[in-house]
Nanobody
């Protein structure tokens, strides 16, 4: 299984980005998740997506970030709105318990 993230970049506070996670060698319909590692900090969970399409987001992003997937495209998404400087991090997608992507950088300036 290989996961490839894309869609990262630099935005100003209040802006939006949509990250994508393309899955190959497996199915995006498995339990999936988004994680991030901010500079100088440990990797943290952003949110997860169950096989039943239930999402569980960390409190710091609730109401701003949304996880979804497109089974036909074998791709998972992270829609990020109202971005804040503290959202700056490398974002990783994961097929939980199976594989990790290499990450994509998100930088939010004030």
């Amino acid at each position: 299984v290989q996961l490839v993230e894309s869609g990262g970049g630099s935005v100003q506070a209040g802006g939006s980005l949509r990250l994508s996670c393309l899955v190959s060698g497996g199915s995006v319909s498995n339990a999936m998740g988004w994680y991030r590692r901010a500079p100088g900090k440990q990797r943290e969970r952003v949110g997860t997506l169950t096989t039943d399409n239930l999402t569980d987001m960390v409190d710091t992003v609730k109401g701003r970030f949304t996880i979804s997937r497109d089974n036909a495209k074998n791709t998972m998404y992270l829609q990020m709105n109202n971005l804040k400087p503290e959202d700056t991090a490398v974002y990783y997608c994961s097929m939980i318990g199976v594989a990790w992507g290499r990450g994509t950088q998100v930088t939010v300036s004030s």
